[in-house]
């Protein structure tokens, strides 16, 4: 929790060693992944930020995490996996409506 609250201040270099804890005690807590591999990218580390940000995909319902992930990949010089993480996002935030709940989905 304090590692979440010091990256909702943008104290995302200071977030770093509690969510760091949180993983070492429960390295299966994919919220924890998720948080970390944000204030990793977040602080321009992105190698070290794929694998938690990888790790954490099943629990995207938005698409934000695929867009970091892309982004990371990016910044690491894989743009074929970037490219596809980032259209990935795109599709996920085009069924989820402003409220993050799936959206309808109609026919063309």
Known sequence: MLGEALMAR????????PLERAF??????LAARAARGR??????????AVPHLRAAIPTDRDGSLHFQ???ALAAEGKQAEAAAF????QQMRRLTGDDGQAGEITPP
């Open 69 to 71: 992930l892309s982004r």
């Open 86 to 89: 980032a259209q990935k996002s």
């Open 10 to 17: 943008q104290k995302l270099e200071n977030a770093i060693a």
């Open 39 to 48: 204030a990793l990218l977040g602080v321009n580390r992105a190698a070290d």
């Open 24 to 29: 070492k005690l429960a390295p299966k807590l």
